[in-house]
C-alpha cells in the first residue's frame, strides 16, 4: 500500500488504536490517512501546522490529539477529529525542534538542533525536566519506562542517559568518530542498539555507556537513519540506500531485506498499534505500508553473519555515575534560558 504525500516527508506515526496514520511534511503540512487492507487509503486532514517544516508528529491522549515540532521552535497540538489547533508553543525551545517522543500518559519529550532536551507535563500544563545533553543536533530518543531513563543519540557522536526522576543526565558515551542517528533499547534492557552515519551498528552493554561493547558493520557504508524494535533480539533498520533490513541482535546477522524505496533514503520507520503494519517514509515522497506477516516470511534465512564478540560487560541495569567527556569533542554552543510558557497544555 502506497500514498504519494506530494513533498518530502519527516516523520510518521501510527495511531494506539486506530487504522490511522499521520505524517508530518517539509511544507509544515500535517497529513492524517485511514487505511485498510484491500482498498485505497483515505486522506482525513490536511493542516498546515507550521510556517517551516513539521519534523516531528506524535499522536498523544490516546490518538485524540496530535502534536508536532519544527524548525521556527513551536509545538503545536493539533485535534485529530476537527483538524482544529488545541494549543500553541510558540518558543517551546530556543533552536529548531528535530524529535519529538511519547514517553507517558501524560508526558512527551522534545530534542532540538543544539542537543537540548525537554520533557513536558500535560497535566501540570509545564516543562518538567530539561537536559542540556549534547552539543549538536538530537538525531532520535526512546525511553525507558521502568526505570524513567530517556536515551537519546546526537549528531555529536554520543549516547546520553537522562533520568528524568533525578532531572540530571546521569550518564554519556565517549565522543564517537561517527554521527548516531537512531536508537532502541533490546534483550531486555539490556542492550542499547544505535545506527551510524556509517552504517555501523553499535552495541551499548546497560550500566557501561562509555563504550560500545560490540559493533556490526554489514550495512555500511550507507548510514542507518532509523532503526525500530521488532522483538528483543530482532530489529528494523532503515537505511540510505533505500533498503528496510530485518537484523538479528546478537548473534549479529541480517537475516534478510524485507522491503525497500527504491535508492531513495529511509527517512523515518514505525509498526501499527497491532505492529500488523510497517510504515515507512523517504526521500521519494511516499509513504510505503507493508503487511509484517508478509515480510516476515523466510527471515530465519540468514542474508549476512557476524560472528558477536564476547560480551564481558555486566547486564545489570545500574547505570554508571557518568564519564567525562573527551576533549575531542566538538565546541559547546551557546544556549539560552530555554525558558517557556507554562500555558501550552491548557486546553488538553
Not at 193 to 220: N, P, V
Request: aromatic share 6%; with cysteine; proline share 3%.
Amino acid at each position: 500500500m502506497e500514498i504519494n504525500l506530494g513533498n518530502l516527508p519527516f516523520d510518521v506515526d501510527f495511531h494506539p488504536s486506530e487504522s490511522f496514520v499521520a505524517a508530518g511534511l517539509i511544507t509544515g503540512d500535517l497529513l492524517l490517512y485511514r487505511y485498510a487492507a484491500d482498498s485505497v487509503p483515505q486522506r482525513l486532514l490536511e493542516v498546515h501546522a507550521h510556517d517551516e517544516s513539521c519534523r516531528a508528529a506524535r499522536f498523544i491522549h490516546e490518538g485524540r490529539a496530535i502534536v508536532t515540532g519544527s524548525p521556527d521552535c513551536s509545538i503545536l497540538a493539533t485535534d485529530v477529529e476537527t483538524g482544529s489547533a488545541i494549543a500553541r508553543l510558540e518558543d517551546a525551545h530556543t533552536a529548531p525542534i528535530n524529535r519529538i517522543i511519547c514517553l507517558t500518559e501524560s508526558t512527551i519529550g522534545s530534542g532540538d538542533d543544539d542537543g537540548f532536551i525537554k520533557v513536558w507535563d500535560t497535566r501540570q500544563r509545564s516543562c518538567c525536566n530539561s537536559f542540556d545533553a549534547h552539543e549538536e543536533y538530537i538525531s532520535d530518543m526512546t525511553f525507558v519506562s521502568d526505570s524513567l531513563k530517556l536515551l537519546a543519540t546526537s549528531g555529536d557522536g554520543t549516547l546520553s542517559v537522562c533520568n528524568l526522576r533525578r532531572n540530571k543526565v546521569q550518564s554519556q558515551s565517549e565522543f564517537s568518530e561517527d554521527e548516531l542517528l537512531s536508537v532502541v533499547v533490546m534483550k531486555n534492557g539490556r542492550k542499547v542498539i544505535c545506527g551510524t552515519q556509517t552504517g555501523s551498528l553499535l552495541l551499548y552493554s546497560w550500566g557501561f555507556f562509555k563504550d560500545c561493547s560490540d559493533r556490526f558493520i554489514e550495512l555500511s557504508p550507507n548510514p542507518v537513519d532509523a532503526l525500530l524494535k521488532l522483538d528483543e533480539d530482532r530489529v528494523v533498520t532503515g537505511s540510505y540506500n533505500g533498503l528496510i533490513s530485518l537484523v538479528n541482535i546478537l548473534p549479529n546477522r541480517i537475516l534478510q531485506p524485507i522491503a525497500e524505496h527504491s535508492e531513495y533514503p529511509v527517512e523515518r520507520l514505525a509498526f501499527s498499534h497491532d505492529k500488523k503494519v510497517l510504515g515507512s517514509i523517504s526521500h521519494d515522497q511516499m509513504l510505503k505500508m507493508w503487511n509484517t506477516d508478509e515480510l516476515l516470511q523466510g527471515s530465519c534465512t540468514v542474508m549476512g553473519s557476524h560472528s558477536a564478540v564476547s560480551d564481558s560487560d555486566s547486564d545489570e541495569m545500574n547505570v554508571d555515575s557518568g564519564s567525562q567527556k573527551s576533549l575531542k569533542g566538538p565546541k559547546r554552543k551557546n544556549r539560552g534560558s530555554g525558558n517557556a510558557s507554562s500555558s501550552f497544555f491548557a486546553d488538553l
